[in-house]
């Protein structure tokens, strides 16, 4: 089964434009995915949020990074194939379905080695991502770095889009 996270952090709250990515995001992933899989990480200062997506599931960010957000997030959702969406950005259609696709590998979107949002974490090696991501919540390892370290530590490949 495949759940979706869609990760808000401290650092985006300055984006005016944060509310309606939030909308278009929900709308999109609702209809293709389904409301019953999506869920949010926020941060307290976001609790307006619950009462405006009622269907999504809220999770604590009580550290308010993005890092910590996916940890929190991939945690939470052991047992299921996770689909991870930065908050920042703006889906479409086609990005949702070359990740859905290809359920089979772990994926990371990448622009000139910088995370571009979204990510698909397969069951079999959330515990791995998870376990990395625990070890290296407080370092300037960024996203793409901690990929790359699972696959170094515990050979699990991942597909970059």
Request: hydrophobic letters at 45%; proline letters at 1%; a positive charge.
């Given at each position: 089964?495949?759940?979706?996270?869609?990760?808000?952090?401290?650092?985006?709250?300055?984006?005016?434009?944060?509310?309606?990515k939030l909308e278009?995001?929900?709308?999109?992933?609702?209809?293709?995915?389904?409301p019953d899989s999506?869920?949010?990480?926020?941060?307290?200062?976001?609790?307006?949020?619950?009462?405006?997506?009622?269907?999504?599931?809220?999770?604590?960010?009580?550290?308010?990074?993005?890092?910590?957000?996916?940890?929190?997030?991939?945690?939470?959702?052991?047992?299921?194939?996770?689909?991870?969406?930065?908050?920042?950005?703006?889906?479409?259609?086609?990005?949702?379905?070359?990740?859905?696709?290809?359920?089979?590998?772990?994926?990371?979107?990448?622009?000139?080695?910088?995370?571009?949002?979204?990510?698909?974490?397969?069951?079999?090696?959330?515990?791995?991502?998870?376990?990395?991501?625990?070890?290296?919540?407080?370092?300037?390892?960024?996203?793409?770095?901690?990929?790359?370290?699972?696959?170094?530590?515990?050979?699990?490949?991942?597909?970059?889009?």
């Open positions: 089964m495949l759940k979706v996270i869609i990760v808000l952090y401290r650092d985006i709250l300055e984006d005016k434009d944060l509310l309606s278009e995001n929900v709308k999109l992933l609702k209809t293709y995915i389904g999506l869920y949010a990480v926020i941060t307290s200062e976001m609790k307006c949020l619950i009462d405006r997506f009622p269907d999504l599931v809220f999770i604590r960010n009580d550290n308010g990074s993005l890092k910590y957000g996916i940890y929190k997030a991939l945690r939470k959702l052991r047992g299921n194939n996770v689909l991870v969406v930065d908050g920042k950005e703006r889906l479409s259609l086609d990005k949702i379905k070359a990740f859905i696709s290809t359920r089979g590998q772990n994926m990371l979107a990448l622009v000139n080695d910088k995370w571009k949002g979204i990510g698909l974490f397969r069951v079999i090696d959330l515990d791995y991502y998870i376990r990395t991501f625990e070890e290296f919540l407080n370092s300037n390892l960024d996203i793409p770095r901690i990929f790359q370290k699972v696959k170094e530590r515990y050979g699990i490949q991942y597909e970059v889009v």
